[in-house]
């Protein structure tokens, strides 16, 4: 039968994995593999996607992904079986002091080398909060080369010559996710002295999946077994001596969240890195494993490209695993000749017919099967640990079937709230107070020093007031970024993207664009930034082109003014009618691009619900830091140029002369030769054309523009019909944001992209704007 013949709370074991190619690559990867067994837990209130658990955690399938799984129900519910519990080894506990080095003077490398680390493990098994232990304040955050993939790194604290490199969070080093191939190639071409493996000790199985692959590599690696507290508090324990013996690599228990065991890791990690101390076990085949097929198949392979591997640089026992699995990347880079590859495949297949299972699904069976050992030699697990019964009774409102949605747009709202209502409007009024007050002080100083008067303009009118008004952002954005990060950190966001995925594919898109959009009814360049999580170049690109068609609040000023003047009385019609067009835009651009330039699959939705966990105050200040700090850094050089330039053009007419009126203005000669295209749409004026320009440096300043151009908003009445006062608003809706979130467009995803979506969104204003005033005619 299928798996998604499965009912609620029914098991069943695996019999096939079908689909194709790097999507079955990751099906299996995440541990889908013939024989494990699968229960569903339950589907998404929308039906779709449904949560399944497997090797001990929670994994999300869409229903036409577990389609292709074909299964055999088990008989009984299949009570977890009791494991055998190894024989006591003796282990000191922490801070043994590395007893399993078996080097200590031999060869270590010269004095002043730097010894850098990849600190490599699943999302969500303590990345970050471990990377923050090691390296304490001494961070740097860039990119992946080429890639905007997150590329953090910093030096282990009190240890000078290191390096410490934060992988994304990976799965396998299978080429999936961007992600994935990042941190591929990072280890293989920049070869990292060590390699920091971190491991979820409360989730093992699904964990020491990458640690097989990552131990193929040889590169010296330290592992280590993250959350203990939570293993140790639930009554688990884990054999470490034991499990040192059985991997060949030094074994720390830390709980990275309450910095226990980080030292020793360090002490650690620095030995086998200096003296290059490699994994003493990279073969995890077993020839008594079902006649060993898949160990003769592994060795044979090996011998025969062992020359080629060793002239491409890449491990051995790696490359023939991966030729066995069929990854293409690595087929190229050994340059084998056409009788080597026949070779290979006929070994391969023969393999898979002794075997009876496909060649990916053969290797992946061997890790695990390795692993499924591995754990009930070393592991001793709680019955069911408080951590998954919380997160189960939590789950029951949060992807409930009817409390889900009204659960999610509470919390929602409630986020919205604090942070445009409370928090950050109030740090927000307190930021442009000291702005004000600053300028003030500077405008009675530099009065004072007798300035020239052309630079004491510059600085208050142009400096001040563009980079003051940006800057009063930052309270916004760091508060929506403390709540982001919270749901983030605490599991949420997952849940979000199981309860929305249903509705989001519509679009083309994923469940996890969901939240970057929602932010965007906030602000757009926090919005922007958080589309970064995403999991695929096209989703991110897709979302952050959609992400400006949600209305932000630096409109509402605009929609205030003009409902006010216009539609008295009607002013939550109007404003709730604008906000629902922007929304409708965004679903249509997303519809027609999803045809065109967007086509190809959206994200497989194979993700893994991790219980739900409070997150560290140190790791949200952090990023919260970083944020802010990025925020201002990039944004600001933008703002700060477009700052001069637009305080340049009001002050100067074109023979660079100071001017007395901003008619005379350079900016206002060029407003009135744009001020035609808005003619046939029913708002020719040069001064609203000029308000709409300085609207591009912030949705707020059109307003005041327009109220200094036309000395008060109430000569707005003369100036437009109503059904232009229409078409105006619903231009405003649907141009282009402010430069700080082109500026942020242009950071994620490059120049061209910025271009053509700032041409993209003026047409496409033009266009509505147009159609409101042409059926204006015929409705006022
Ligand atoms: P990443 O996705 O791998 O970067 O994981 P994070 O560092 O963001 O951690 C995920 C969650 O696990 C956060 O809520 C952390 O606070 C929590 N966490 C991290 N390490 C530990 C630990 O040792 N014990 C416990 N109980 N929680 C932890
Ligand atoms: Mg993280």
């Known amino acids: 039968m299928k798996l998604t013949e499965l009912k609620a709370g029914e098991a069943a074991v695996i019999e096939a994995v079908g689909g194709e190619g790097a999507l079955r690559q990751h099906f299996l990867d995440m541990g889908v593999i013939p024989g494990a067994e ?45 494991p055998e519990r190894a024989e006591d080894t003796e282990h000191p506990g922490l801070g043994e002091g590395g007893r399993f080095h078996e080097k200590r003077s031999e060869n270590p490398l010269p004095d002043g080398t730097v010894l850098s680390f990849a600190l490599a493990g699943n999302q969500n098994s303590g990345k970050t909060t471990l990377f923050n232990q090691l390296t304490g304040s001494n961070q740097h955050v860039g990119n992946f080369p080429g890639v905007t993939v997150d590329r953090k790194s910093g030096q282990i604290k009190g240890f000078q010559n290191t390096e410490v490199v934060d992988l994304p969070g990976i799965y396998s080093l299978s080429p999936y996710s961007k992600e994935e191939i990042v941190s591929r190639q990072y280890i293989l071409n920049d070869k990292p002295t060590g390699i920091i493996n971190i491991v979820d000790a409360t989730n093992i199985e699904r964990n020491l999946y990458l640690t097989m692959q990552l131990m193929e590599l040889e590169t010296p690696l330290v592992l280590a077994l993250n959350m203990m507290d939570e293993v140790r508090g639930n009554g688990g324990s884990i054999l470490i001596n034991e499990m040192e013996q059985q991997l060949g690599v030094p074994v720390v228990p830390i709980s990275a969240a ?81 009788n080597e590859i026949r070779i290979t495949e006929a070994i391969i297949a023969q393999m898979e017919q002794e075997r009876g299972l496909d060649r990916a699904a053969a290797i992946a069976d061997m890790r695990f099967s390795f692993i499924t050992k591995l754990t009930k030699a070393c592991v001793v697990k709680p019955e069911e640990s408080r951590e998954r019964e919380r997160s189960r009774r939590v789950d029951g409102i949060l992807t409930g079937k009817y409390t889900a ?54 600085l208050i009118d142009g400096v001040m007031q563009g980079v003051g008004s940006v800057l009063s952002f930052l309270p916004i954005i760091v508060t929506l970024f403390f709540f982001l990060s919270l749901l983030e950190d605490t599991g949420y966001m997952a849940r979000i993207a199981f309860v929305t995925d249903k509705l989001l594919r519509r679009i083309g898109l994923s469940g996890r664009s969901i939240v970057p959009m929602l932010m965007g009814f906030g602000c757009s360049v926090p919005s922007i930034m958080a589309c970064r999580t995403l999991p695929s170049e096209r ?242």
């Open 258 to 338: 309450k910095n226990e065991g980080v030292d020793e890791l360090i002490d650690h990690a620095i030995h086998i890195a200096k003296f290059q101390e490699k994994p003493r076990r990279t073969d995890f085949c077993d020839e008594s494993d079902r006649g060993g097929a898949v160990h003769r198949c592994l060795h044979g392979i090996m011998h025969l490209i062992e020359d080629h591997a060793r002239d491409a640089g890449i491990p051995v026992r790696f490359a023939a695993t991966k030729l066995v699995e069929g990854d293409a990347s690595i087929l190229a880079a050994l340059r084998l000749d056409e």
């Open 38 to 82: 699968i229960r569903l837990v339950k589907l998404a209130p929308m039906g779709d996607p449904a949560e399944y658990r497997i090797h001990g955690y929670e994994l999300t399938l869409r229903l036409a992904d577990a389609e292709k799984i074909a299964v055999q129900k088990t008989a009984a519910a299949g009570e977890p079986e009791e």
């Open 539 to 780: 989703d991110r690109k897709m979302t952050v082109m959609l992400i400006p068609f949600m209305s932000c609040s630096a409109k509402l000023p605009i929609y205030g003014l003009f409902s006010s003047l216009f539609f008295p009385g009607y002013a939550p019609l109007v404003m709730t009618a604008l906000y629902l067009l922007g929304i409708l835009k965004g679903v249509i651009v997303a519809l027609i691009t999803k045809r065109t330039s967007f086509k190809g699959e959206a994200v497989p939705f194979v993700m893994e619900l991790p219980n739900y966990r409070m997150p560290s105050a140190k790791n949200i200040l952090r990023l919260i830091w970083y944020k802010s700090r990025d925020f201002i850094t990039r944004a600001f050089t933008v703002i700060f140029i477009a700052s001069i330039v637009i305080w340049f053009m009001t002050s100067f007419n074109f023979r660079f002369e100071l001017v007395e009126e901003s008619k005379d203005s350079m900016l206002s000669v060029i407003a009135g030769w744009i001020a035609p295209l808005f003619r046939p749409i029913g708002f020719g004026d040069w001064r609203i054309t000029t308000a709409l320009i300085t609207g591009f440096m912030a949705k707020e300043s059109v307003v005041s523009t327009l109220s200094v151009l036309l000395g008060g908003t109430g000569a707005l009445t003369s100036l437009l019909s109503l059904r232009s006062a229409a078409a105006l608003l619903v231009f405003c809706l649907l141009y282009t944001p402010c430069v700080a979130a082109i500026a942020a467009v242009r950071r994620e995803l490059g120049r061209k992209w910025a271009a053509g979506m700032v041409l993209l969104q003026c047409t496409v204003a033009w266009l509505c704007a147009g159609a409101v005033y042409l059926l204006g005619a015929l409705v006022f």
């Open 405 to 458: 949605i009204p659960a999610f747009l509470g919390i929602m709202a409630l986020v919205f709230w604090l942070t445009f209502g409370v928090i950050g409007k109030y740090l927000q009024d307190l930021l442009a107070l000291g702005i004000d007050k600053l300028t003030a002080l500077l405008d009675s100083s530099l009065t004072a020093w007798g300035t020239d008067h052309m630079i004491h303009s510059l």
